[in-house]
């Protein structure tokens, strides 16, 4: 099952919830307000492998860590232009 993202309008509590795509949350699971949920944008992060790239594992990784670091800065800065 997919991974969502939700944030309350009522209490601003954000929370990651696991279901199916035809179903969708409705009530908050911190104040329980109905009819606020907003769902978040929410993008995973795709590891691809380097074939023929000759570098020692914890470079790699390094790497990986640094690239998702970034596309979560675009991130965040999209969500703060989009609640502006």
Known sequence: ???YA???DACKNAFESRHSVKETL?????CGASQM???IPFVPVIVKKNKGVKAKTG???N????EGR???KKEKNN???YEQ
Not at 26 to 30: A, I
Not at 63 to 66: F, Q, V
């Open 70 to 72: 970034e596309e979560m």
């Open 63 to 66: 790497k990986a860590i640094e």
């Open 37 to 39: 949920l907003r769902r």
């Open 26 to 30: 409705e009530k908050c699971t911190l």
């Open 79 to 81: 969500r703060k232009e």
């Open 59 to 61: 470079e790699l990784v």
């Open 6 to 8: 939700y944030e309350c």
């Open 1 to 3: 099952m997919p991974l």
